[in-house]
Structure formats: C-alpha cells, structure tokens
C-alpha cells in the first residue's frame, strides 16, 4: 500500500513558475514508476510525465515537453514537477501517481493522490 500527498499547487501569472511535489508513505517507494497526470475543469485526466524506478529515464506529454521536468528522491520518498513557462492551459488539478512502468496510460498506475489544483492566470 501506497499513500500519496500532493502539495505545491496554488496561484501563478502566466509565465511563471511552480513547483510540485508529492510525497509517498511507505518503505517501497523506490519500487514504483511514478507519474505526474492532470484534469482540467470539464476534461479527461491527461498524462502529464512519468519517472522510472531508478529515476534514470523519463517522459513526457508533448504540451509540456521543454517546460516541466520530472524528477524523484529515493531517499526522502518523493517526487517532484518542476514546471516552467506556465500558461493557462495548464490550470488544471495535477495528481501523481505510483505504478509498476513508466507509461502514459491512467490504468497503469495502482495508486493515486488526491491532486493539487494549480491555476495560471493570463
């Protein structure tokens, strides 16, 4: 069992940066890919980036390729969403999620945080 806390959402100009982080109980942690998904108001969840176990590779949705980096500590049970150059198509709530792959896909992952809602104003 997997318990994920997502935090590091709020409000952001247009332009700006955030960062997010989400934080994992247990002493697995190292054992999952994680991935990082959002849900716009009135939209699907959408994949956003996806971290392997080791960290050692990562993906990433086109909309966001060049803008947001995915990045994990082992050690302090974490995983991280640096995003830069927001826009207002990136409002949405962003949750992470543990899985055993790396994809891109909503039903590879066992696990999931309650999401943090970061809006980016124009």
């Known amino acids: 069992q997997v318990q994920l806390v997502e935090s590091g959402g709020g409000l952001v100009q247009a332009g700006g940066s955030l960062s997010l982080s989400c934080a994992a109980s247990?002493?697995?942690?190292?054992?999952?890919?994680m991935g990082w998904f959002r849900q716009a108001p009135g939209k699907e969840r959408e994949f956003v980036a996806a971290?392997?176990?080791?960290?050692?590779?990562?993906y990433y949705a086109d909309s966001v390729k060049g803008r947001f980096t995915i990045s994990r500590d082992n050690y302090k049970n974490t995983v991280y969403l640096h995003m830069n150059s927001l826009n207002s198509e990136d409002t949405a709530v962003y949750y992470c999620?543990?899985?055993?792959?790396?994809?891109?896909?909503?039903?590879?992952?066992?696990?999931w945080g309650k999401g943090t809602l970061v809006t980016v104003s124009s």
């Open positions: 247990g002493r697995t942690f190292s054992s999952y890919a």
């Open positions: 999620a543990a899985g055993f792959q790396s994809s891109r896909y909503l039903g590879d992952y066992r696990y």
């Open positions: 971290i392997s176990r080791s960290g050692g590779s990562t």
